[in-house]
């Protein structure tokens, strides 16, 4: 499955010009407030009409301004979770999320109702009107009712962005299981970079309403001449890991292609594949074996890119094993340090550094 | 009741009724299309057609009741024709009273249920498509029953409106006992006879009652809209 979108409109004084391809899995549109990507979503989703466009899912047309094609939104079977739930408030939680099988005159699949019930966990909220929901229970009942109108692909415009940080963190291991349970390709639209960087698999940055970069999440995110659009303070890279077991004192050991991490205790049993992101920030160099040190993860590698940036900052590339890790330093260090590719280095991660909300769960 | 209320007052009152509760009904669904226009939609002349509907609420009810007696008598812009291929008459018969009562409530009508209108987002009809609703689809399941309450408080005013019509009443229709003489052209009626004030004020405090219960009734149905929206 794979959607292709090529679309220029004007709007508010500025021009959106884009063209990307999604395929399987989570594809995040990446990029500030007011940078298009909305604009991008109502198009694919057909509640905006673009000057014009080509959008193909799976070789179907569902639009072509040149060819004169709009498929109208009821019929082109994407499912859109918006910013808000947009619950119909008349209705309870389970007329809500039956709706979409009754407009589209579907035919009752029980198992996938259970299914999509189960994982959204909603079997207790179900004779409930959405008045009396939270703002997490809102927004996992409009992705069940999304679900449930069985779409050939999902959208979701910053599904999280009305919610608090306890509530994010709820909503987000929905995500991964129905990133990696239901086959169902994701648009996601997002301005967070960890939100980005633990659900998706393709990344598209959007900027101005063009698209800047796009590619593997885990590629776009370690690229250090991406960081700049990206957020330098925020930029970091992905690892890929399995979850080896606990220690006593509060911490949990993953294994990678590079060796070992030991981070804060983890909420995942022994054998779990796990998606973890590294902020570049957190990562400090040294040419020698480093000794005595407070970073309990000194990883050995090979310096891949070094960027110096336009201000005081650099950005180093490592390769370990099959992973990079990204890490920011001062360019005065890269220049003292004389860092350049080929080199072989080693990056030091202080285990506190990582952030709980940083570790996903993934199905490799 | 019959031995109170004389058999003209009695016949007034069931015409009354009568006209009203066919203006009300054949008025509703382009009263709801209005609204939704108004409401909703933007397009050319939508201030012209807000005029034009709230026109009858500033206007004197008789130049009302006259320019349908010019567009609607037999040898009108829209009466001949409508003579002439249909055989159908308005002016001076009961018909033409629910015509002008249509009309003169018809303001009433729109702004109760645009007033609704305007408290669901209409963000919620989007959702509904991308669910695979069509356009009447999500309005029927969706808009419609969260203004409900809305439009029958609408309703309900432009039927008590109806009920109460004069001015373009008898201007278009005159005061034909049984067949155009409502209430109101029936207090008028017994009023310009000696001795006729009994059963004027009879009929004065059936109006005065039926309107205050319309009043009161579309105002609790109006607050229930809020309370539909909210989802509670």
Redo the contacts between chains.
């Keep these: 499955m794979t959607l292709d979108v090529t679309l220029t409109h004007q709007f508010d004084g500025f021009a959106c010009d884009v063209e990307f391809s999604a395929p399987a899995g989570i594809t995040a549109l990446f990029g500030h407030s007011g940078s298009g990507k909305t604009t991008i979503v109502n198009a694919v989703a057909g509640l905006l009409r673009p000057e014009a466009g080509r959008i193909v899912m799976d070789g179907q047309v569902l639009l072509d301004t040149a060819a004169g094609i709009d498929l109208p939104t009821a019929r082109r079977r994407i499912g859109y979770v918006f910013q808000e739930a947009r619950l119909f408030p008349h209705m309870t939680v389970r007329q809500n999320m039956l709706y979409g099988r009754w407009a589209n005159r579907l035919r009752r699949d029980t198992a996938h109702e259970a299914q999509v019930i189960d994982l959204l966990g909603l079997g207790h909220l179900l004779t409930r009107l959405p008045g009396r929901l939270s703002g997490g229970e809102s927004q996992r009942v409009a992705l069940g009712r999304a679900l449930l109108a069985r779409p050939r692909m999902l959208l979701m415009d910053e599904p999280l962005a009305a919610l608090d940080s306890a509530r994010k963190s709820e909503i987000l291991p929905y995500l991964e299981r129905l990133r990696d349970d239901f086959g169902v390709p994701i648009l996601y639209v997002s301005h967070s970079l960890s939100e980005v960087a633990r659900l998706a698999t393709t990344v598209v940055v959007v900027e101005r309403g063009t698209v800047l970069r796009s590619g593997p999440a885990a590629e776009v995110l370690s690229d250090p001449e991406a960081a700049p659009s990206l957020g330098i303070r925020e930029a970091g890279s992905i690892l890929q890991g399995r979850l080896v077991g606990h220690s006593d004192d509060g911490l949990s050991e993953i294994a990678f292609s590079g060796g070992a991490l030991w981070l804060p205790k983890i909420a995942a049993n022994p054998g779990e594949d796990l998606r973890v992101r590294i902020a570049a920030g957190g990562v400090t160099l040294s040419r020698d074996e480093p000794l005595n040190t407070s970073s309990l993860n000194v990883l050995h590698g090979v310096i891949d890119t070094v960027r110096i940036g336009r201000s005081a900052g650099a950005m180093v590339r490592i390769r370990v094993g099959d992973e990079v890790i990204l890490s920011r330093i001062s360019a005065r260090a890269a220049a003292q340090m004389a860092l350049e590719a080929g080199q072989p280095i080693y990056a030091c991660l202080a285990s506190i550094s990582v952030a709980r909300s940083d570790i996903g769960q993934t199905r490799v | 009741m019959s031995g109170w209320l004389s058999p003209e007052a009695l016949e007034a009152i069931r015409l009354s009724l009568k006209v009203a509760l066919w203006a009300t009904v054949l008025s509703l669904p382009a009263g709801i299309f209005v609204a939704y226009a108004l409401a909703r939609w933007r397009f050319p002349g939508k201030q012209l057609l807000n005029g034009l509907v709230h026109l009858p609420l500033i206007l004197p009810p008789v130049v009302t009741g006259y320019l349908l007696l010019l567009a609607f008598g037999r040898t009108g812009l829209i009466g001949q024709p409508l003579y002439d291929w249909f055989g159908i008459t308005l002016a001076f018969r009961w018909t033409g009273a629910v015509l002008a009562a249509a009309i003169m409530a018809f303001p009433l009508l729109v702004r109760a249920i645009r007033l609704a209108l305007e408290a669901v987002?209409p963000?919620?009809e989007?959702?509904?498509?991308?669910?695979?609703?069509?356009?009447l689809?999500g309005f029927a399941?969706?808009t419609l029953?969260?203004i409900l309450p809305g439009v029958i408080a609408g309703a309900v005013l432009a039927f008590a409106k109806a009920m109460g019509e004069f001015g373009a009443t008898i201007t278009f229709v005159s005061n034909i006992p049984g067949q155009t003489q409502t209430v109101p052209s029936a207090i008028y009626a017994f009023l310009q006879v000696p001795g006729g004030e009994g059963a004027a004020l009879q009929l004065v405090v059936i109006s005065v009652g039926l309107a205050l219960g319309a009043l009161l009734l579309s105002e609790v149905l109006s607050r229930r809209v809020a309370k539909?929206?909210?989802?509670?």
């Design positions: 987002d963000k919620l989007e959702a509904a498509k991308t669910l695979g609703a069509s356009r689809l399941t969706i029953p969260l539909r929206i909210s989802g509670r």
